[in-house]
């Protein structure tokens, strides 16, 4: 292992370099030129080091080292290929090629395994070209459906179905079975976030995904002269949001951990400095790992607004658009990758994942559990992400020790 530093350096270097942006950052869409300048490479590497490779019907690669005694079974790892425009260099594409640099070790290191070993790349994760995110592991699990993008265009006129065959891939065949070879699968990704730095730990176990509710609220009220009107008289749906906002923060704060709240846009119409504003439209998001904790509080919430709609003489329109249930992790899975961490001495911590993942898709199908490494500063999304060499490679030794456990291992 006295080389992780060098390769883990290497790796990240060349993999975000593709689609490197000039003001800094990384911007690779799903099926653009970049897109697949990546998978063409990391089939190149997958081959060079004898694994299997195949692509699926949609893009997702695959690359495969045969096991020997249960040849029906499969550990799978591995991450999304794709990015947000003027993304940092890890996010997903980190969990490729780690995963990639895991199995050449153990290859390397103890030769075949017992269970077929497996990296996939995934197409699409994020959700950047197109409005549909999982593309890639939602085709794994037959979870896609054609109809959500058949007429899917990207901010460039660009026909989702155009850009998919231009590549080379198509829908998925509706016969197409299911695998069912799949025993684990196990996704290392940064954290997007600052527990890990803030507690000290260089390895998150992560036993559960948060569920998310992600609102649309619209307020109406009456535009006025801000002059002319009397307080007294006023329909101001500006200061009525300000009340909920308010009070449905403090009521999040008295929650306390998991529990987060979030309101992130908001879009005042007239928007001009000498007018009562009489309309407001702004978005909620909201997140915790217990689904009844979030149904509750969210209907508290829901509530809530339409009391003070009501006091404030506003109209209210509530789009709850986005309800996704929490997901835990496997059980066996996060314990195995305890048991590997301990063993390994390394510096680790049990945690949840605050963002959504490729995790929660399998985590529906198959045993599957992640490992986080820390994000400077909590930064994601963005140029500035990044994460300590060393902490890059402690996250892959724990993917070492944990793919040797259900790779190698008998059961």
């Not at 006295?2 to 290497?10: A, G, M, P």
């Not at 559960?208 to 307020?219: D, F, M, N, P």
């Not at 030794?397 to 793919?403: F, N, Q, T």
Request: negative net charge; proline residues 3%.
């Amino acid at each position: 292992m006295d080389n992780f530093n060098e390769l883990v350096d290497e790796h990240v270097k060349w993999i975000s370099g593709i689609g490197a942006d000039p003001t800094g950052g990384t911007t690779r869409l799903l099926y653009d030129e970049h897109w697949r300048t990546a998978q063409k490479g990391l089939k190149d590497k997958f081959e060079a080091i004898d694994l299997v490779t195949s692509f699926d019907e949609v893009g997702n690669l695959y690359g495969k080292l045969e096991g020997t005694k249960y040849p029906n079974e499969t550990i799978l790892t591995g991450s999304h290929v794709d990015t947000v425009v003027n993304g940092g260099k890890l996010d997903g594409q980190f969990g490729i090629v780690a995963s990639y640099l895991a199995v050449k070790y153990l290859k390397e290191t103890y030769g075949a395994p017992l269970r077929n070993l497996e990296v996939v790349s995934m197409a699409e994760e994020e959700g950047s070209r197109f409005p549909y995110a999982f593309w890639g592991s939602k085709n794994i699990w037959g979870l896609a459906d054609k109809n959500d993008v058949i007429e899917a265009k990207d901010t460039n006129g660009v026909k989702f179905v155009d850009a998919m065959k231009e590549s080379g891939f198509d829908f998925k065949k509706e016969a197409t079975s299911i695998r069912e070879d799949i025993k684990a699968f196990v996704e290392i990704h940064i954290e997007q976030g600052s527990v890990l730095e803030k507690t000290g730990k260089q390895v998150g176990v992560v036993n559960s995904i948060v569920g998310q509710k992600r609102y649309t609220i619209v307020l109406k009220g009456e535009s006025n002269h801000a002059g002319t009107t009397p307080m007294g008289f006023r329909k101001d749906t500006v200061y009525a949001m300000s009340k909920m906002i308010s009070t449905a923060t403090d009521k999040a704060y008295t929650k306390g951990d998991p529990l987060v709240l979030t309101f992130g846009h908001i879009d005042v119409q007239p928007n001009t400095v000498n007018v009562v504003p009489g309309q407001v439209t702004f978005s909620m998001d909201c997140r915790h790992t217990d689904k009844v904790v979030l149904q509750e509080f969210t209907a508290e919430i829901e509530q809530l607004f339409a009391e003070i709609a009501k006091e404030h003489g506003v109209s209210i329109e509530i789009d709850n658009w986005m309800d996704e249930l929490p997901v835990p992790m496997s059980e066996e899975i996060v314990n195995t990758l305890e048991e590997a961490c301990k063993e390994a001495d390394l510096n680790y911590t049990v945690m949840h994942s605050g963002a959504g993942h490729d995790s929660q898709i399998f985590a529906v199908h198959v045993p599957t559990a992640m490992i986080f490494v820390p994000s400077i500063g909590g930064i994601s999304h963005n140029p500035a992400e990044d994460t300590k060499l060393e902490d890059l490679v402690e996250g892959l030794k724990a993917l070492i020790a944990s793919l040797y456990k259900l790779a190698y291992e008998e059961k």
